[in-house]
């Protein structure tokens, strides 16, 4: 039995519609994404320095700092090796650090460790560190830095904030 035309031209419509409403992507532009959007945490790494020792003990130290969020975390991970192998180590690496812009300390803290986020910018980071490796063979001690630019807002003033620096509410001592 041949199809009716009406049965045809129903089919036809019913497939052509949908097509219809929607509008092809390549013929408009999107919305541009929000600039107020707030960075999602991530983690930013950076060479920071290499330590070495008179017997040829080496440490690769790396800096890390969590992001997007209202602390600043800084992480160290480092590399270790000594003379007479390949072998790299497992390393423990830890210290203090302390975050600079402009010259002014403006976050420290203990490695790995955290402090309030200062904002956005660029910060170089300073850390005395102490890296074992595992097994024991690697003893290392010494100062490294690196530069990392930070792109995530600071927290937010917290409500009832004087806006002077000074905490929300009275501290007793």
Do not use: N
Request: hydrophobic share 40%; proline share 12%.
């Amino acid at each position: 039995m041949p199809a009716r035309p009406t049965s045809l031209r129903l089919l036809v419509a019913a497939a052509v519609l949908p097509l219809a409403l929607v509008s092809p992507a390549w013929g408009r532009p999107g919305p541009p994404p929000a600039a107020s959007a707030a960075e999602a945490p991530a983690t930013l790494c950076a060479p920071a320095g290499t330590l070495r020792s008179a017997d040829r003990q080496w440490a690769a130290v790396v800096l890390c700092a969590d992001t997007g969020s209202p602390l600043l975390a800084v992480l160290p991970a480092a590399t270790c090796g000594r003379p007479a192998t390949k072998l790299r180590y497992a390393c423990r690496t830890r210290g203090t650090w302390t975050a600079a812009r402009d010259g002014a300390t403006v976050a420290s803290g203990a490695l790995p460790g955290s402090a309030g986020h200062p904002g956005p910018g660029t910060y170089e980071i300073t850390a005395t560190v102490r890296v074992r490796s595992a097994p024991a063979g690697v003893d290392l001690t010494g100062t490294v830095r690196t530069t990392l630019t930070l792109t995530a807002p600071g927290p937010a003033p917290a409500r009832g904030s004087a806006g002077d620096g000074r905490a929300a509410y009275p501290t007793h001592s």
